[in-house]
């Protein structure tokens, strides 16, 4: 029997607001196209001399500049950010919100030659996904956090204080995240509770899968006992790729898509798919009920992140880490989540949501438990060789899909 989505018009408007954040957000982020792959392979190259941070110059100059991706902040009616309007207030340091991050490799493309320099690419802070922050650890693009300045990093949830990429988090903390996993039409077919059953002949040429690489490839190496946060080897990855390139040559696999798998469900061409939690959440209110069933495999989902991170030019740093350390607030946190809908990093912000709004401090995708966060698993750093080596054949089954 289908539960009707609850009627609070805050909740509804929650939701209506994050719509607009995630098919921004993760439209941009799943733009993995030929030219986009030829561009984060060309910038995989190593700095060819080592680079010093910039002196810090925070006591003389109270100003910050914080990049961002777009609808990915709380936000009022007359296009305040509140939570930033008071941190300003509370520490007298001036934030310019930069709304300029479109694609991890677009905007790499705009500051990868200042930062290889060393110099200031305009932002003092900016928030990119895991493994772009990879990369801007390996080419020594970052400096490394004083954790004395964010004593709220304590608050960090403990799956995320050591991923392979910045093992401590010396040079990153994660802003907002969210999971990968299996969604489903509860009307047209059976319970779906791994990638395995989405092979089922009755959904056969009736499935869509992500076309970013590290959910779709992430969630089969992990059905087949791979881990992907672990150093995982080339047959493991080419063992969840030959799946993949079976399903797609056989027609079980529908689509290979971006964002736009979820149209595939609505006009049901698709009865399942590999996707992200927000999108279904979405879909279910526009239909009014819940039509589509997302769930976390049984053998595993991927979590992604945003981060933060302090360029290596960056003569504000003491200010981008009281920025930090103000949005590891619990109660901070938790405004953000409740308006953004997407997950929280933060230990304590699920009790401080609570007084926002019940039902959703208990949506486990928004403020997973410990329980939920075991059964994910962050897609680890690649090499540059693995890097041009995985994305290629990827792109090989894409093109053919």
């Known amino acids: ?46 700095a060819s001399t080592e680079l010093s941070p910039a002196e810090d110059n925070s006591a003389n100059d109270p100003n910050l500049n914080w990049a961002n991706w777009p609808l990915y902040i709380d936000e009022d009616e007359d296009g305040n ?25 677009s905007y790499f493309a705009t500051v990868r030659d200042q930062l290889a320099l060393g110099q200031d690419i305009g932002a003092d802070t900016v928030c990119l996904t895991d493994w772009m922050v990879n990369r801007w650890i390996q080419l020594g693009f970052t400096q490394e956090l004083n954790k004395a300045n964010i004593p709220n990093a304590d608050n960090l949830i403990p799956s995320l204080q050591n991923p392979a990429f910045d093992p401590g988090r010396v040079h990153s903390l994660p802003w907002q995240g969210g999971f990968a996993g299996i969604a489903y039409n509860v009307e047209r077919t059976g319970e779906v509770r791994t990638v395995s059953d989405l092979w089922r002949a009755d959904l056969n040429g009736r499935v869509t899968v992500l076309s970013e690489m590290r959910d779709t490839i992430g969630l089969i190496m992990m059905e087949q ?82 981060n933060f991170m302090i360029p290596i030019g960056s003569t504000r740093k003491a200010n981008a880490e009281k920025l930090i350390d103000y949005y590891y607030n619990p109660e901070v946190a938790a405004e953000v989540a409740a308006w953004v809908n997407y997950v929280t990093p933060v230990n304590g912000a699920y009790d401080a949501a609570l007084a926002i709004d019940p039902v959703l401090a208990e949506n486990k995708l928004i403020f997973p438990d410990d329980e939920t966060l075991a059964g ?13 080596e995985y994305q290629a054949a990827f792109q090989a089954i894409l093109l053919g899909a």
């Not at 957000?25 to 995989?44: D, E, S, V």
């Not at 300003?88 to 930069?98: H, M």
């Not at 959440?281 to 039509?291: I, P, S, W």
């Not at 698993?377 to 041009?388: D, I, T, W």
């Open 376 to 388: 994910v698993q962050v897609f680890r750093g690649l090499s540059a060789q693995e890097e041009n």
């Open 225 to 306: 006992g791979t881990r992907i946060d672990a150093d995982f080897t080339s047959d493991q990855f080419n063992a969840a790729l030959d799946v993949l390139r079976e399903q797609v040559e056989a027609g079980q696999i529908r689509n290979v898509r971006g964002n736009s798998y979820s149209e595939d469900l609505v006009n049901e061409d698709s009865l399942a798919a590999i996707g992200w939690s927000g999108d279904i959440t979405l879909l279910n209110l526009e239909a009014g009920y819940e039509k589509w069933k997302f769930i976390l495999p049984e053998t595993g989902a991927t979590l992604w992140n945003d």
């Open 1 to 46: 029997m289908n539960r009707p989505l609850p009627e609070d018009p805050m909740i509804r408007s929650l939701i209506a607001q994050a719509k607009r954040a995630q098919v921004s957000r993760r439209a941009m982020l799943a733009g993995t196209g030929a030219g986009a792959t030829a561009l984060a392979l060309a910038a995989c190259a190593p």
């Open 81 to 105: 950010y509140p939570t930033l309007v008071r941190f300003q207030e509370e520490t007298g340091i001036t934030v310019n919100y930069l709304i300029s991050v479109d694609d991890n490799n």
